[in-house]
């Protein structure tokens, strides 16, 4: 398995977050995880990017348990995020924040840097032309130079993707991305998304959206008050009891 999560509880004080939470990513799927508001969901992400510490539980990235790891060092072993809100730099070119993504991976040395030598230069040129192409996969590189202001908010949300593929993830996580999108721009979004896995990326999601996710998705979990209530393909989650009431009420179910 590409990413495990085991027993996974989090607490914040009196206040139980998730309790017990198990489910599996594996290598080259798109997997989803779903569930009302307030059910946890960012709560997983935080955690498996380090950002929070599980109370109880276990967390393993290509059989490395990462639960006590920093942030930096989760994105430096193949794991990226985007976020809810968009965080793009906008007073930069699509290109530059895209470059911005791969510091990390950039071998030229402070001296290099200073004195501009030769080999900073070619590096830098490399990245650029990466920048590039990256921003192909999303079709933006027509507009590689423009401001990130510019873009519309489908666009920023597709530059967001670009910058997380440019930190070379084997893992690409997606916290809500057609969150404010139009039809039209969710039609496109799946689209390239698709294609982001067809180049060998695995990708985990939290979305909202079910055509989306049901689209999309080759397994899905469904996280509700903090357990896991249903695993399993779009066909069985879109008609499992349990997760019916969970999103409609007992009564309207």
Known sequence: MLLELKQISKNFGGLQVLQGVEFNVKEGEIFGLIGPNGAGKTTVFNLITGLLRASSGSIAFNGEDIGSVAPHKITERGIARTFQ???????????????????????????????????????????????????????LDHKAHML??????????????????????KLLLLDEPVAGMNPAEKTELMA?????????????????????VMGLCERIAVLNFGKIIAEGTPDQIKNNQEVIEAYLGKEEA
């Open 192 to 212: 390239e998304i698709v294609n982001i896995k067809q180049r060998g990326f695995s990708i985990f999601m939290i979305e909202h959206d079910m055509r989306f």
């Open 148 to 169: 990130a202001d510019s873009l519309s908010y489908g666009e920023q949300r597709k530059l967001e993707f670009a910058r997380a593929l440019a930190t070379k993830p």
């Open 85 to 139: 809100n968009i965080r793009v730099f906008k007073e930069m070119t699509l290109l530059e924040n895209v470059v911005v993504g791969m510091h990390d991976h950039l071998d030229y040395g402070v001296a290099g840097m200073l004195l501009n030598l030769g080999s900073f230069r070619r590096v830098e040129q490399q990245a650029r032309e990466r920048a590039l192409e990256l921003l192909s996969w999303v079709r």
